[in-house]
């Protein structure tokens, strides 16, 4: 199985910051990784697809970045709206695996 | 716009079963495989596995082989997840998901399912 790592696991910033957050994959899969948010409550929601190919309705602010085995999703100028928790998942193996999770609260 | 509708939540007792539904709407059904996700309270996701909708062939995540069922009603686009044999470590939120260009593009809004004596 595709173990993915997630860092740091909390992540406290004040609002106006940019910030980035790390997966890393335990062997190469190319640019087979997505990112989801997740607000209390709700379901995830896909932010980006294949590494860094944005979402239609996902604001600018965020992006990723990576191949191989380390990736990033980087949000510029974080707003309130987006203290939550993060996951990536791959693609690359057809047995699916998410990472921890990171997240992303309130300094 | 395409949806994903679940069932409502569950209480049940240790050894009993249960199964939940998923209906698509918004796209044909047996476009995109279905995959289902565990998230128990307070903590990450966790990948349980996928049917194919065209098929009906399931795949199950190593940590589902026992007592859990996924199964499809095609005429009315609706996939199902039937567990068996309850624990009470089955205690969490179950998702279903769908999509074409990534495995995750819709998601249900997920069933709560609490498990006690």
């Known amino acids: 199985n595709i173990v993915l790592t997630q860092s740091p696991a909390t992540l406290s910033v004040t609002p106006g910051e940019s910030v980035s957050l790390s997966c890393r994959a335990s062997?190469?899969?190319?640019?087979?990784i997505h990112w989801y948010q997740q607000k209390s409550n709700e379901s995830p929601r896909l932010l980006i697809k294949y590494a860094s190919q944005s979402i239609s309705g996902i604001p600018s602010r965020f992006s990723g970045s990576g191949s191989g085995t380390d990736f990033t999703l980087s949000i510029n100028r974080v707003e309130s709206e987006d203290f939550s928790i993060y996951y990536c998942?791959?693609?690359?193996?057809?047995?699916?695996?998410f990472g921890s999770g990171t997240k992303l609260e309130i300094k | 716009q395409i949806q994903l509708v679940q069932s409502g939540p569950e209480l049940k007792k240790p050894g009993e079963s249960l199964k939940i539904s998923c209906k698509a709407s918004?796209?044909?059904?047996?476009?995109?495989?279905m995959q289902w996700v565990k998230q128990a309270p307070g903590k990450g996701l966790q990948y349980m596995g996928w049917i194919n909708t065209q098929t009906g062939k399931p795949t199950y995540a190593d940590d589902f082989k026992e007592r859990f069922v996924f199964s499809l009603e095609t005429s009315a686009s609706t996939a199902y997840l039937q567990i068996n044999n309850l624990k009470n470590e089955d205690t969490a939120t179950y998702f279903c998901a769908s999509g074409g260009d990534t495995p995750f593009d819709y998601w249900g809004q997920g069933v709560m399912v609490t498990v006690s004596s």
């Open positions: 918004g796209y044909t059904f047996t476009d995109y495989a």
């Open positions: 062997q190469s899969i190319s640019t087979s």
């Open positions: 998942q791959q693609s690359y193996s057809s047995l699916l695996t």
